[in-house]
C-alpha cells in the first residue's frame, strides 16, 4: 500500500489514547478497512523521517499473534500508522463491557502474548514495552494479537514525556532505572492478566473513585518539565484524567516496596493460573523467566490444548 491520508475515508473513532486517537478507516482505492492511530509528536522533521524508517520493520513482522501493519506516513505534526482494524477492540474495553474475563480466555490471552513476545524477540531483536489490555486486541474470529510495540526508539523519545498513564504497568526493575529487558513484558502480562481475570486494575484502588475531585482545585500544573499549566477552564474529564495520572505515579512506590499482586481470592483460580501470575511477577528479574520459557508452563500447555471456543465467546458481547 502507498498510503496517503487523501486515500483513508474515517468511519468512526476506535478510540483514544494518551497519544493521540485511533481511527477505523477505509482506504478508498482497495476498500481496504484499516484502524488507523495518529500520533501527535514534538520533534523536528529530521526526527519525524528517523521515526518512519524505524517504523519499517514492522512491515517485515508476520505473526498471527500481532497485529498487521499496513504502513504509516507523515501528516503535518502527526504520524499514521497503519494497521489491522480488530472489530472486538481491545482487552480493557471488552472487560469494562463485559465485567472480569473467564480465566479459560485468559489462558489464551497469556499464550498469544508469550508467543507474540517470542517472536518479535527472537525474529527481529525487538522488545515489546507496552503490554497492557488497551495494547491486546482481539477480533470476531476469536483471534488476539498484540500492538504497539516499541519499534522505534525515536518515537518512543518523541512521546515519552506524554505517556505517563502507562507506568504502572512498569516492572519494578525499570521503575528502578534499571534497562528494558523481555522480563519486564513478561511483569506487564502478569499485571494485565490480574487486571482482566479480575475485572479491575489490581494496584490503586482509588483511581477509578472520582467522588474526591475537590482535592484538585489549584492543581493546574502538570508539574512534568516541559509541560505547559492547563488553563483553570479545564473540564471535569481532564481533571479526572490529571488525577488518575497522579495516582498512578503515587504506585510506582508500590510496585517496587510492596509485594507483587496475586491473582485472588485463593482458590477462585485454577492453582496453574496462580502459579503461573506469580511466576511472571517474580520482582528479581533474574529470577523471572523469559517469554519462550514461559510458553513451556503447564498453564499455557493447557491453555494451547483446550477446545474453548473464542469465536464463539466473541458472539456473545
Ligand atoms: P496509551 O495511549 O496509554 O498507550 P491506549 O493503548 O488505549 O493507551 P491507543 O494506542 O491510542 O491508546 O489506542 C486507543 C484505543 O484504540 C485502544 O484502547 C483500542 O481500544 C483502540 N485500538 C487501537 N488500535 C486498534 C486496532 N488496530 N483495532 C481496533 N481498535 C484499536
Ligand atoms: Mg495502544
Redesign the pocket.
Known amino acids: 500500500y502507498d498510503l496517503r491520508n487523501e486515500d483513508l475515508k474515517e468511519l468512526r473513532e476506535?478510540?483514544?489514547?494518551?497519544?493521540?486517537?485511533?481511527k477505523l478507516v477505509e482506504h478508498t482505492p482497495t476498500g481496504t478497512i484499516m484502524?488507523k492511530?495518529i500520533v501527535l509528536i514534538d520533534a523536528k522533521p529530521a526526527v519525524r523521517k528517523q521515526i518512519l524508517r524505524e517504523l519499517h520493520i514492522m512491515h517485515d513482522c508476520h505473526c498471527p499473534y500481532i497485529?498487521s501493519f499496513y504502513g504509516a506516513f507523515l501528516s503535518d505534526p502527526n504520524i499514521c500508522i497503519c494497521?489491522?482494524?480488530?472489530d472486538k477492540?481491545?482487552l480493557?474495553?471488552i472487560y469494562k463491557k463485559i465485567g472480569p474475563i473467564d480465566i479459560e480466555v485468559v489462558s489464551k490471552v497469556a499464550l498469544a502474548v508469550l508467543e507474540g513476545l517470542t517472536y518479535l524477540y527472537d525474529v527481529h531483536r525487538i522488545i515489546h514495552r507496552?503490554i497492557?489490555p488497551?495494547?491486546i486486541?482481539f477480533n470476531s474470529e476469536g483471534q488476539i494479537k498484540i500492538?504497539?510495540f516499541g519499534v522505534s526508539g525515536e518515537l518512543i523519545n518523541s512521546i515519552a514525556d506524554t505517556?505517563v498513564?502507562?507506568s504502572t504497568y512498569m516492572s519494578p526493575e525499570r521503575i528502578q532505572g534499571a534497562q528494558y529487558t523481555v522480563k519486564s513484558d513478561v511483569w506487564s502480562l502478569g499485571i494485565s492478566l490480574i487486571e482482566l481475570a479480575l475485572g479491575r486494575f489490581p494496584f490503586s484502588d482509588s483511581s477509578s473513585d472520582d467522588s474526591d475531585l475537590s482535592d484538585l482545585e489549584g492543581t493546574l500544573s502538570p508539574a512534568r518539565p516541559g509541560s505547559i499549566a492547563l488553563p483553570p477552564s479545564r473540564s471535569l474529564e481532564e481533571r479526572k484524567r490529571e488525577k488518575d495520572k497522579r495516582n498512578k505515579r503515587k504506585s510506582k512506590g508500590h510496585i517496587v516496596n510492596e509485594p507483587a499482586p496475586r491473582l485472588t481470592p485463593e482458590g477462585r483460580f485454577p492453582k496453574m493460573a496462580e502459579e503461573f501470575v506469580d511466576s511472571c511477577l517474580l520482582k528479581d528479574p533474574d529470577a523471572r523467566q523469559t517469554p519462550k520459557q514461559l510458553l513451556k508452563h503447564p498453564w499455557i500447555d493447557h491453555a494451547r490444548k483446550s477446545d474453548f471456543n473464542l469465536a464463539e465467546w466473541a458472539s456473545t458481547f
Not at 83 to 86: K, L, S, T, V
Open positions: 476506535l478510540g483514544q489514547g494518551n497519544g493521540g486517537s485511533v484502524a492511530k497485529v494497521m489491522e482494524a480488530m477492540g481491545s480493557d474495553g507496552d497492557k488497551s495494547n486486541l500492538c504497539d505517556f498513564g502507562t
